[in-house]
C-alpha cells in the first residue's frame, strides 16, 4: 500500500500503521501493537490527524480500522491516563470521534477483544463487522472510572439506557452475536470470515455515488438528536439538494439504461 504524504508529517505513528490502496480507493489503519493493540495517549492525536488526512486524500473513498492479531484493542494505555494533563484528558472524546466527523463511510473490523477506547472507537465507526471471537467491553467501572471518550453516550444511543447500564456499570462483556443483535454490530461473521466480509463491504460502497454517502452519513449524524419534523425536515432539503448533482442524473439515466451508474461525486 502506498502511504500518505499528509501523514508522512505526522510524528512517527504510536502503535498503528497507515497505507493506501489507490486502486481499490481504500485506506487502512491497522492497530499494531501486538498482542492486545494497547491504545497510547500519544496514538489517539494521531489517529484524529490521520483521518483528518485520508478524509482529504482523493485517492480514498472507504476507510477501514482493523487490527493486527487475534486482538483488536484491549484498550487504552492505563498508566498513561495518569500521566495526561487535564487539558489532553479533555481532548479524549474528541480525538475518538474522528471517524463519525470524517465524511467518508468508515468501517471497524472487530475480533477477540473490542475494550476500552477499542470499543469507543469503533462505536464512532459507520460500520462495525464483528467477528464470532469478538467481545466488545466497557471496563472503567474496575479502574474506578467511567468511560470518557464517548462510549456509553454514543451506546446508550444504539442500545438503550437498560443496556447501558447493564454494560456499563458491571463491565459486562459482549460477545459478537449478543452485539449483532444488540444493534452494535452491523455484521457478525466468522473468525475466518471477517477480512473477506469487510473487503466485499468496501467494494459495495465504492459503487455508490461519493457524494449521497457523504451527504447520508451527515444528514443521519447530524438529525440523530433532532425532532422527527426537524429530521424530515433536513432530509428533504438534502434531498433537492442532491436532485441537482451530476450524479443524480447519472443514476437515473442509468437506471433507465439498464447498466451500471458512473459516478463522479459531483
Known amino acids: 500500500m502506498d502511504q500518505i504524504e499528509d501523514i508522512d ?12 490502496d489507490a486502486d481499490r480507493e481504500r485506506a487502512d ?25 485520508l478524509d482529504a486524500d482523493p485517492r480514498v473513498r472507504v476507510i477501514v480500522l482493523r487490527a493486527e492479531g487475534e486482538h483488536f484493542s484491549s484498550g487504552g494505555d492505563i498508566r498513561g491516563f495518569l500521566d495526561a494533563s487535564p487539558e489532553h484528558v479533555s481532548k479524549l472524546a474528541w480525538n475518538i470521534a474522528a471517524p463519525a466527523r470524517c465524511t467518508k463511510p468508515v468501517i471497524a473490523a472487530n475480533r477477540g477483544y473490542t475494550f476500552g477506547v477499542g470499543f469507543e472507537i469503533s462505536l464512532a465507526c459507520d460500520f462495525r463487522i464483528a467477528s464470532e471471537t469478538t467481545r466488545y467491553a466497557l471496563p472503567e467501572q474496575k479502574l474506578g472510572q467511567i468511560p470518557g471518550s464517548g462510549g456509553s453516550a454514543r451506546l446508550q444511543k444504539i442500545v ?36 473477506s466480509t469487510v473487503d466485499a463491504l468496501v467494494d459495495e460502497l465504492r459503487g455508490f455515488s461519493p457524494l449521497a454517502q457523504r451527504t447520508a452519513k451527515k444528514l443521519l449524524n447530524d438529525t440523530d438528536d433532532a425532532l422527527l419534523s426537524t ?18 442524473r447519472e443514476g437515473v439515466e442509468a437506471f433507465h439504461g439498464k447498466r451500471a451508474p458512473a459516478f463522479t461525486g459531483s
Do not use: H
Open 231 to 248: 429530521a424530515i425536515e433536513l432530509e428533504g432539503l438534502n434531498y433537492s439538494r442532491l436532485r441537482q448533482s451530476d450524479d443524480f
Open 29 to 53: 489503519i491497522v492497530l499494531d501493537r501486538p498482542p492486545l493493540n494497547v491504545i497510547s495517549m500519544p496514538a489517539r492525536d494521531q489517529l484524529a490527524r490521520v483521518f483528518e488526512a
Open 160 to 195: 438503550g439506557v437498560t443496556r447501558t447500564k447493564d454494560i456499563v456499570m458491571r463491565s459486562k462483556r459482549i460477545r459478537g452475536q449478543q452485539a449483532l443483535d444488540w444493534g452494535i454490530a452491523t455484521e457478525c461473521v466468522a473468525d475466518s470470515e471477517l477480512e
Open 9 to 20: 508529517r505526522v510524528d512517527e505513528l504510536d502503535g498503528f500503521r497507515v497505507g493506501v
